[in-house]
Each structure stands twice: as C-alpha cells, then as structure tokens.
C-alpha cells in the first residue's frame, strides 16, 4: 500500500464525517432510539480509524479514546434497553401470547422511562453534541499527514493478531468476557477494513493485490460479530426479564429465549482467517 497524501486526506475526512453524523444522529428528534443507534456507530466507526494511527498519533490518542469511550458508554443503556425490546418483538412473533405482550409492554416502558430520564438530563442531547463537536476538533488537529500506507499495514496486521489471540483465550475458556472481546475486536478490524478499502477508493487508489482476501476477511468478521452479537442480546434479554416480568409467566419465555439461543451457533474457531504477515 504506497504513501500518498490523498488517502491520508481521505481518512481524516472520513474522521470528520463520522463526527458529524454521530452529532446530526443525536438530534434526530423524531426517532431518538434509532439515532442513539446511529450515532453509537459512528463513534465505533471513529475509534476503529483512530486506532489505524496509533502508531502516529502517539500521546494524543489516549484522551480521545477516553472521550468517544465515556459518550458511548453514556448512551449503551438506552440502545441497551431498546435492543430488548426489539428482540422481545422479535422472539414473540407476529401473534405473540399473553405472557410475550406483558413482557414487550415492560420492556417498552423502562426503555422509553431511560430515554426520558436521559433527555432530561440532556435536552436535545445538547451536551453530548457539544462534546462530540470539541471531540472533532481535536481529530481534525491530528498529524494526519502521517497516515502512510506502511502505518496502515502494520495497523491492520495488528488488529488481525489481536483477533487471533481473542480467539484463542475463547478456544481456552468460553466465558461472556471473553466472547464479548472476540465481538469486539472482529469488529473493529471490519471496519477497519472497509474504511481503508473506501478510502483508497475516495483517493483515486486502484485495489490492492490483496483486497479479495481484506473482502473475505472483512465478511467473515461481519457475520462473526453479528452472531456473537446476536447471543449476547438474547443472553440480555433473558437476564432482564428475570428481573421485570412476573415470575408465573416468565418460565415460556425463557424457554423460548434458550431455545433461540441454541440456533445461534458461534462460527467455528479454527475455521477464522489467520492474520497477515508482516
């Protein structure tokens, strides 16, 4: 991958972009819930570009990793709330039964009770879309002219190793923390991953002689982290209805959420790409 500026220009405007959107997602007054969804992305979406240069960007990273972090931990109980109730939709189907619309109708108040409490708080999330403005200055003030393709690389090899080792602690001990790091990490090279391939697109790069395998790569890590992912909602979900639905109905619907589990079969490790070399 040759150094060029375009593709360093490419990136930091990529930065700026997802700024904006994680800001103009917060004021979607219309549809709060799917807008804290938005704007969480773009935050993840950041931090995974950020971490292309951490080689580069050195001792200014840190803070802003701490401030994307604190905004994205500060909106997890809403999305988490909402994600339950989707899936409690979901699981309950088109004709759910008595004990599922009791559970839905609870699922739907303490999310929409979080969300108000929240709004609260932050009218308009004004506050947070100040700080993600401030955040984007401080990116914008990066040395992005020191994004080389040579950084680029080594980045992208060392967030593939970082998935290998996830994937070995899990092959050593399958627990929830370590599942969630594996999701975490898969999907952080995905993005990864496609960012650079837009990037080089945006810059007028042709496709480099490894792209197919960065494509295959970059699916297989997408359909890693949704099943994972897609667990770990289920796993929630069950875990809360636990503690809000009444205990005389809520056996069916655990059964149901255990039964969903079973399906949801995470990929085989040693099936998994293995990191690039060099």
Do not use: Y
């Amino acid at each position: 991958m040759p150094t060029t500026p375009k593709l360093a220009t490419a990136l930091a405007a990529f930065a700026a972009s997802e700024c904006r959107r994680a800001i103009r997602s917060l004021g979607d007054s219309k549809q709060p819930h799917t807008g804290i969804h938005e704007a969480r992305k773009a935050l993840r979406r950041l931090k995974s570009l950020l971490r292309l240069g951490a080689t580069v960007f050195e001792g200014a990273l840190p803070p802003l990793e701490t401030a994307i972090d604190r905004l994205a931990v500060s909106l997890s109980p809403l999305r988490d709330a909402h994600v339950a109730v989707l899936t409690a939709r979901l699981l309950a189907g088109a004709e759910p039964s008595d004990g599922w619309k009791h559970a839905i109708e609870a699922l739907e108040l303490r999310s929409e009770s979080r969300l108000t409490a929240a709004l609260i708080k932050d009218p308009r999330f004004l506050e947070r879309r100040r700080r993600i403005r401030e955040l984007a200055h401080a990116v914008a003030a990066l040395p992005w002219w020191k994004m080389s393709g040579h950084v680029l690389e080594r980045a992208l090899a060392n967030s593939e190793k970082r998935v290998a080792k996830a994937r070995k602690r899990m092959r050593k001990s399958a627990t929830t923390a370590n599942l969630h790091r594996w999701r975490r990490r898969a999907r952080r090279l995905r993005m990864q991953l496609e960012l650079i391939r837009k990037a080089r697109k945006a810059a007028g790069m042709p496709a480099p002689h490894h792209a197919e395998r960065d494509k295959a790569l970059a699916r297989t890590m997408s359909a890693l982290s949704d099943t994972i992912g897609s667990k770990q909602d289920l796993r929630a979900l069950r875990r809360t209805l636990r503690t809000i639905v009444d205990p005389d109905t809520m056996p069916p619907l655990i059964v149901a959420i255990t039964h969903e589990l079973k399906k949801h079969r995470t990929p085989t490790i040693d099936s998994l790409p293995q990191h690039r070399v060099g």
